[in-house]
Nanobody
Framework: QVQLVESGGGLVQAGGSLRLSCAAS????????MAWFRRAPGKERDFVAR????????YYADSVKGRFTISRDNAKNTVYLQMNSLKPEDTAVYFC???????????????????WGQGTQVTVSS
């Protein structure tokens, strides 16, 4: 059974930091682009960041560029999202996802991702 399990969410004050982790089990995703999305209350699921299978390329939404860093450890089958300088508008449920096909750079469209975690809540207070 394939599972993606996120952890590391919580409540933090504006300007603070959190590090999210996404651990995969059931299969390896070392050849898949991995991504983070988020869904704020009453909003659609938005792209946050993605990282190619080798870790050689990363992409970010404009809203998080310069504050968030995505990374991966293929030996541990784990993806990370380091979030710094958090803002109240970053409050959302954060999901990790694996791109449906291998050896491609992925996309910003959540429909292109085949595997999803259950999400972890991030709340940033002002």
């Amino acid at each position: 059974q394939v599972q993606l399990v996120e952890s590391g969410g919580g409540l933090v004050q504006a300007g603070g930091s959190l590090r999210l982790s996404c651990a995969a089990s059931g299969r390896t995703f070392s050849t898949n682009t991995m991504a983070w999305f988020r869904r704020a209350p009453g909003k659609e699921r938005d792209f946050v960041a993605r990282i190619t299978w080798s870790g050689g390329r990363t992409y970010y939404a404009d809203s998080v560029k310069g504050r968030f860093t995505i990374s991966r450890d293929n030996a541990k089958n784990t993806v990370y999202l380091q979030m710094n300088s958090l803002k109240p508008e970053d409050t959302a449920v954060y999901f990790c996802a694996a791109y449906a096909r291998s050896n491609l750079s992925g996309s910003v469209n959540y429909l292109d991702y085949a595997y999803w975690g259950q999400g972890t809540q991030v709340t940033v207070s002002s």
